[in-house]
């Protein structure tokens, strides 16, 4: 069914657009909802969407009750919430033994708390109305742990943990919950590792080479079509074979 519409959190970071860009070339009706910190990234970003049914909308997906008002808001002006893809994420690295609390909370307020935030805002009116496509963007590294990521890794780890428990809660009301796990992909936060490690990275993944964004949004949009109604409570993983778990 056209004119579905969709929310992707982090909307406009180098994952969140190719995100929206996919579903509204699906026929859905995108919202990207991200920080307004930057007024020349956002002006970037709408150049990039121009001639799609994207529009951008300021939001911190951390904070509970900016959440309810910016769903009761998209309901109220678009009469629904039908997908929402959680993007938003951020990175704090540094080895436990150096990890202070700021970058412990900053890290799980926006890659988890945020989870929460909008889910449980957006989920009785999926409910309520009969369809809802939940998907959330975990990672490679809450599967395999990574070296000075134990904020990160344990984010997108839990990630996954409320995905699955989500998912038996709203199953019978036609709402699926399902999350994803890209690997390493070609993105801004990607493009800032140092040379030599990015290419070890590459040297470690089967199919010999980073991700695209493209490909991470193709299965979002996969996930939340109408007629992927039997998926719920999986996490897919799209990394070239970095990690095949069992």
């Not at 997906?61 to 009761?72: I, M």
């Not at 909370?105 to 009969?130: I, K, P, Q, T, Y």
């Not at 990672?139 to 428990?165: C, E, I, L, R």
Request: net charge neutral; hydrophobic share 45%; glycine share 12%.
């Amino acid at each position: 069914m056209n004119n579905r519409v969709a929310v992707v959190t982090g909307g406009i970071g180098g994952l969140g657009s190719a995100i929206c860009i996919q579903l509204a070339r699906a026929g859905r009706r995108v919202i990207a909802a991200d920080l307004h910190g930057n007024p020349e990234r956002v002006a970037r970003f709408e150049r990039e969407v121009d001639g799609l049914d994207i529009r951008f909308a300021p939001l911190d997906a951390s904070d509970f009750d900016a959440c309810a008002a910016f769903v009761a808001g998209v309901e109220q002006a678009h009469g629904s919430l039908d997908v929402l893809v959680n993007a938003a994420g951020i990175t704090r690295d540094a080895t436990l033994r150096k990890m202070d609390r700021a970058q412990w909370d900053a890290v799980l307020s926006v890659n988890l708390d945020s989870v929460f935030n909008l889910c449980r805002h957006a989920v009785e009116g999926m409910m309520a109305r009969g369809f809802g496509r939940i998907v959330n963007i975990s990672s490679v590294n809450g599967q395999t742990g990574q070296f000075g990521q134990t904020n990160y890794s344990a984010a997108k780890a839990g990630m996954h943990g409320f995905t699955m428990a989500l998912a038996r809660e709203v199953a019978r009301k036609g709402v699926t919950v399902n999350s994803v796990s890209p690997g390493y992909c070609e993105t801004a936060l990607v493009a800032a590792i140092p040379e030599d490690i990015r290419q070890g990275i590459v040297d470690r993944v089967p199919v010999g080479r980073l991700g695209q964004p493209s490909e991470i949004a193709r299965t979002v949009e996969f996930l939340a079509a109408d007629e992927a109604g039997y998926i719920t409570g999986a996490n897919i993983p799209v990394n070239g074979g970095l990690y095949m778990g069992f």
